[in-house]
């Protein structure tokens, strides 16, 4: 179900608007014909269940009136009553409120649905994206970055002796240091950059449009404002970290972020609290098969 409407929600508006209202007329054309004792109430709700998925409460409420009043002119002849009577009204005022009902009860659960899939994307520790969440960024940046032709960098991040602060000082001080670095991570890059926690204490970081030259200088600033914030807060820890710019993506985040790794762990070979940079044509080197 969840499936279905994600599915949905990414249709043209002007599409399902217009699928709505044909819908509508429709059922009431179908319900006008129809025996008197065949009711088609419920699948009225189909038309308010498009419409509010993809346009949202408002135009979901509009729907609801809609319907209803589609609804009461099909069976007007069997609605109506003696003079004075009403019945009619209140079975006209009871749809809209059904309809109603179901339109408020259909948002609320679009919003727990958002809700629930914002916070599967980010690490609850840190507030900063979560790997799978990044993948799917990373994933996105691979495809902007073909179809445009611009370069962009890709960061991998190692903390250095963070075990030691877990063991001198504990868990609660590693949490806080972990907290710390991804405030620093957000604050010191740009809006359209996007960190990541990939797990323990490595993090990783998207540079979108971002080429040797630009990234290498912001690397070097980010690495002064974590160095000051681990003097100031007593941590004896430093960062490694590996990146790459890549002036052709390849086709898999996966191995990308391997690459990165790889340049990182190559750094930590060398010596810890350094920066390794290089740069990669995904065209010229492609990833090895098998």
């Known amino acids: 179900m969840v499936a279905v409407i994600g599915r949905l929600r990414v ?3 002007l599409g399902v608007m217009t699928a709505g209202v044909l819908l509508l007329c429709i059922l009431g054309l179908i319900d006008y014909w129809a025996e008197a004792d065949l009711s088609f109430l419920v699948l009225y709700l189909v038309p308010v269940f498009l419409v509010t998925i993809r346009a949202g409460l408002w135009t979901g409420a509009l729907t609801s009136v809609a319907g209803t009043a589609v609804w009461f002119l099909a069976n007007v002849n069997t609605v109506q009553g003696p003079p004075g009577d009403i019945l009619p009204v209140w079975n006209l005022a009871g749809t809209l409120a059904v309809f109603f009902f179901f339109t408020l009860i259909l948002f609320a659960l679009l919003q727990a649905l958002d809700q629930e ?5 980010y690490d609850p520790l840190t507030g900063i994206a979560n790997r799978g969440y990044f993948l799917e960024v990373l994933d996105a940046e691979i495809g902007r970055s073909r179809r445009y032709r611009r370069p962009f960098t890709l960061v991998y991040m190692d903390l250095d002796h963070f075990k030691t602060i877990n063991e001198r000082q504990g868990h609660a001080a590693g949490d806080a240091l972990l907290r710390k670095v991804a405030e620093t991570l ?32 912001a690397l070097a600033n980010l690495q002064g404002q974590i160095a000051r914030v681990m003097t100031e807060n007593g941590w004896p820890v430093t960062v490694t970290i590996g990146a790459v710019t890549y002036t052709s993506p390849y086709q898999s985040a996966e191995e990308m972020i391997g690459i990165a790794d790889r340049s990182l762990c190559s750094r930590k070979a060398e010596g810890k609290d350094g920066v390794t940079h290089r740069i990669v044509d995904g065209q010229e080197n492609p990833p090895p098969s098998g």
């Open 186 to 217: 957000v604050q010191g890059t740009r809006s359209v950059d996007t960190p990541g926690r990939l797990g323990g204490d490595e993090f990783a970081l998207l540079m979108p449009e971002t080429g040797y030259d630009a990234s290498r200088t």
């Open 11 to 13: 249709l043209p508006l």
């Open 117 to 121: 899939r914002e916070m599967s994307r």
